[in-house]
């Protein structure tokens, strides 16, 4: 396995999509699910028939059992589970090569360590991998590449960004959940949990526990069969009234944007939050808050600016504590250990604030750095 | 019954709901189509509502503008008429027949296929390889703009826009859920023919996957149900 090593911005994925450009055709499993998985089938089992090759001869990767995903559509699978799909699919294809852009970060700790076990004996099946990965130390003896143009550009200083103002406490309390996605199997059964203001709760479980989905509950994208969520000891059902207490970075940054535009993001979210008494900080402080995260006009293009800064842009909103309550889902995807470390320290002081904290991370790293409690999602419990 | 079969069907009674005259006409056909549902031994029901709700708006749009404000059917324009406001009505209704039958006999047919893979039907039709691939891109693109209404609905939600539940907010707000699809779309789309598609030349791939099947020969219930079509689109046009 070769591993194309750097910081972010020093042409890692430029480098990596040449190597496979050489190599054509290639397999390739890029950060977000558009470019994992082909996009020509509506269903795992017709993914997989598509990369099958009659005869490949080489040892299967599966991971998880995807004879029972099989009907499901491959987008709504866990950003994990896309990733665990896209190499079995490249397991049972004829392809030689595969070239890997940071989407391993998605990975829990089991999965990713069989993933990378099963691409670094691939030399045994013939199979050649090219990964960029932020999170695999660099090898010994590897030029590490100066970062180029961009990274003036886009660079940020997440020590600079401004204290948020004190934050009314706001305490959690979720009881007898039960969710299950239509004809899916029970991601949340009876399922309790409080939450303390001021505290930062980690949320862990393998690929497809359902992590995100317990993200996408409280923020109101999901309505829960049954259950309850109070907030502030008031009931509070964000499915129906809409959203007021969670600021959410998703793991793709894409699935968060409402605008075009930063200033267009921020002008819709003002005109309606106001409007329900949550006030937002100043237009000021939003533009100084993103150009700490690396964005210095407010009427830059939101889908024109490279996957490793739209990441960072996602985290404006639980940075800037409009809510209370910041909630990021896999925050450090694409980001290299300087950006990370930095991220953490941020998290960290807006917990001190008094803020309440859902995380998301398969980094041990990055979640050591914050004062956290674990919560760990199984068999539709939250323990 | 083989996926040629259905289709052949679904053309044939599409051809006949085209160039039936009247009501009864259509209402043969129409009936023609509600056996091969039943025959599919599925609930018809989700079919029937479905095609429904997509004529509602037209019928309701026609009959405002046909039967409330011209208030003569477009024969009695063309022959000079005085006309009548029940022969718009007959208009209206034919038209919006037309369009149910059309919907329900695509719908149909699907049900006789509901355990099916749309790779495998696709590769089960008697096609040329191009075709074949273009309809599975253009089952693909239906997929992606669902992909991208459930991004955009995240977002906006997530960003407390919108509400998960029907509100006065969501109707006023739709239009930026509209143009955020859009924009998730084509993100989606480009992302995948920027670096995924070239690279792998999945595009081939898929010509080979598609390639290796094997459509399967008309059998007697496909010219059973194809004889069917032909005598109600004959019917039809008596």
Redesign the interface.
């Known amino acids: 396995m070769e591993l194309i090593a750097g910081p972010n911005f020093s042409g890692r994925s430029a480098a990596l999509m040449a190597q496979l450009r050489d190599h054509a055709p290639a397999f390739f499993i890029g950060p977000h699910a558009e470019a994992a998985l082909s996009g020509l089938s509506s269903t795992v089992a017709d993914e997989i028939e598509i990369y099958r090759a009659a005869i490949s001869g080489r040892e299967p990767f599966t991971p998880l059992d995807f004879a029972t995903y099989a009907e499901r559509k491959p987008a709504t699978l866990s950003g994990g589970e896309q990733v665990l799909l896209a190499l079995h699919c490249f397991s049972l294809s004829g392809y030689g090569v595969i070239g890997i852009d940071t989407a391993l970060e998605q990975l829990d700790p089991g999965n990713r360590d069989r993933a990378i076990a099963y691409l670094s004996r691939g030399a045994t099946q013939g199979i050649s991998a090219i990964v960029a990965d932020n999170r695999l130390d660099q090898p010994p003896g590897a030029a590490i590449p100066e970062p180029t143009g961009p990274a003036a550009e886009f660079a940020c200083n997440l020590a600079a960004v401004a204290r948020p103002p004190v934050c009314d406490p706001a305490i959690i309390k979720v009881q007898g959940l039960s969710f299950r996605y239509g004809g899916g199997r029970d991601i949340f059964r009876d399922a309790s949990v409080t939450l303390e203001p001021g505290h930062a709760y980690r949320l862990t479980g393998v690929n497809g526990a359902g992590k995100t989905t317990f993200c996408k509950l409280l923020a109101g994208v999901l309505a829960p069969d049954a259950g309850t969520i109070e907030l502030r000891g008031k009931p509070y059902a964000p499915w129906k009234e809409g959203n007021h207490a969670f600021a959410f970075a998703t793991q793709n940054p894409d699935h968060q944007w409402c605008g075009a535009t930063l200033g267009e993001d921020v002008a819709r979210r003002r005109s309606v939050l106001e409007r329900r008494g949550i006030d937002l900080p100043s237009d000021a402080s939003l533009a100084a808050l993103a150009a700490c995260l690396g964005i210095r006009s407010m009427d830059q293009h939101l889908y024109e600016l490279p996957l490793v800064a739209r990441k960072r842009l996602s985290w404006l909103w639980p940075l800037s504590g409009v809510m209370p309550w910041a909630m990021l889902d896999e925050p450090t995807l694409g980001q290299d250990r300087v950006t990370r470390e930095a991220l953490a320290d941020a998290i960290a002081r807006l917990g001190a604030a008094g803020y309440g904290i859902v995380l998301i991370t398969h980094d041990d790293e990055f979640a050591a750095r914050i004062a956290h409690r674990p919560l760990k999602i199984a068999d539709g419990l939250i323990a | 019954m083989t996926p040629n079969g259905a289709v052949a069907f679904a053309l044939l009674v599409i051809v006949g709901a085209m160039i039936a005259h009247d009501l009864a006409g259509l209402l043969i056909i129409l009936a023609a189509t509600a056996c091969f549902a039943l025959a599919s031994r599925r609930a018809i029901w989700s079919a029937l509502a479905w095609s429904a709700g997509i004529v509602l708006p037209l019928a309701l749009f026609m009959m405002v503008v046909w039967v409330g404000i011209v208030g003569r059917a477009p024969h009695e324009i063309a022959a000079g008429l005085e006309g009548s406001r029940s022969a718009a009505t007959m208009h209206v209704a034919i038209i919006c027949l037309r369009l149910f039958i059309i919907a329900f006999t695509v719908q149909a047919a699907f049900l006789h296929f509901a355990g099916w ?4 039907f696709v590769g089960a039709l008697t096609l040329p390889r191009t075709a074949k691939k273009l309809l ?2 253009t ?2 693109l239906i ?2 703009i ?2 991208a209404v ?2 955009a ?13 029907r ?1 006065w ?1 969501n109707l006023r ?1 739709g239009w ?1 859920l509209v ?2 699809v859009w ?2 779309v ?4 480009v ?2 023919t920027r ?8 595009l ?3 010509e080979g ?1 598609l390639a ?1 099947r094997v459509p399967g020969r008309l059998t007697a219930p496909d010219f059973g149900w194809i004889a069917l079509a032909i005598a109600a689109g004959v019917a039809g046009l008596r």
């Open positions: 893979t749309p790779l495998r599975v891109l089952l693909s997929d992606t669902l992909q459930d991004r609905r995240t977002a906006l939600i997530g960003g407390g826009l919108i509400t998960r539940q509100s907010r707000h930026i143009q955020t924009l998730t084509i993100t989606i789309v992302g995948r670096d995924k598609w070239p690279v792998e030349e999945t081939a791939r898929l996957t290796a």
